[in-house]
């Protein structure tokens, strides 16, 4: 992938699906997946519908934190809260309160593509909202762990996403879960959760960068030098101290800042922190909850993209 191509509508997702050509070599079970070919980020098939129905106000728990209007219309409506599923869950036999769900009525398929992650999917050609993933519940092994999204992971998620709204730095940014919807009751009660596509605080004029696809190769263009290069490249910078300064350091600084004014402990890996691009500065993505951007963070932090 060209460095001028990041500026491009939908190259985040481009960089999420394509742009990960060895970044998955630093384990055994980095590459493991029990997803269909079809829903791999891999897949030649662009896209795929999750499946919804509605569920009735009294047997969804809603959790909101700064959520928009228009998209809280979009899930929480007259003929119940919106519950999307993605479509390995709803045909698994294996799946608590299934049976229950199956039974209720169903709402049109949203239509999705996959990202890095798998089980969170950015939705597509959906108009007067903003641009939003949904994190899903997949009882699946993708790596090393079954990506079950429960009660408690939902909670503290929304609740990590109001925590985030005060950390006030230039270098900080993340990308908020602003809804999570559960069905059911009790500790092993899941749901989803949705994350706003866009940073904030607002970092207008700036592109986000995955932070796997800073090194990794480009699957689709595997001539090109990786992104990492060719920003050194743009900078005509010393790479050790671009790599220091413009990266490691600025992770470090928000990570303790954060620590330190909030008591929330972000997880900086590669998959959950992106970095804003023709910029000197990082963001971050993926805490227990939302989503920063200082390399910006897909989940909870700035630099991530899952």
């Known amino acids: ?76 409506t007259e003929e119940g809260v919106l519950f999307p599923i993605h479509p390995e869950t709803w ?12 039974a209720l009525p169903q709402a049109p398929r949203i239509h999705v593509a996959p990202t890095a992650s798998t089980r969170t999917v950015l939705v597509l050609d959906e108009e007067n909202v903003p641009a939003y993933f949904i994190k899903l519940h997949y009882p699946f092994y993708i790596s ?31 990308l908020p879960e602003v809804m999570g919807v559960i069905f059911g009751a009790g500790e092993e009660a899941w749901g989803y959760l949705l994350r706003e596509a866009t ?12 932070c796997f696809a800073l090194y990794a190769g480009d699957r689709r263009d595997p001539g090109q030098a990786p992104l990492l290069v060719q ?36 997880r900086h890996r590669q998959l959950n922190d992106c970095r804003s691009h023709y910029e000197r500065e990082v963001r971050l993505r993926d805490h227990a909850a939302p989503t920063p951007a200082a390399v910006i963070s897909r989940q909870t932090a700035i630099a991530s993209a899952r």
């Open 144 to 174: 090393r762990f079954k990506r079950k999204l429960r009660r408690k992971d939902i909670h503290n998620a929304v609740a990590a996403t109001r925590e985030l709204a005060f950390i006030n730095s230039p270098k900080f940014a993340y």
């Open 231 to 266: 920003l050194i490249d743009h900078y005509q910078a010393d790479p050790a101290s671009f790599v220091v300064d413009e990266i490691i350091a600025p992770v470090i600084e928000c990570w303790s800042k954060v620590v330190h004014e909030r008591g929330l402990l972000l």
């Open 91 to 102: 045909g698994s036999d294996e799946v608590p309160g299934l049976i229950d769900i199956r």
């Open 1 to 76: 992938m060209k460095l001028d191509d990041v500026k491009r509508e939908r190259s985040l997702l481009y960089m999420e699906r394509y742009v990960d050509e060895g970044a998955k070599t630093y384990s055994v079970l980095a590459s493991r997946t029990e997803a269909a070919a079809c829903y791999r980020l891999e897949s030649e098939q662009a896209s795929f519908d999750l499946a919804a129905v509605f569920v009735p106000p009294e047997r969804a728990s809603v959790y909101e934190a700064g959520c928009p209007l228009s998209l809280s219309r979009r899930y929480l």
């Open 199 to 210: 940073a904030y605080p607002p970092i207008g004029g700036r592109f986000l960068i995955p």
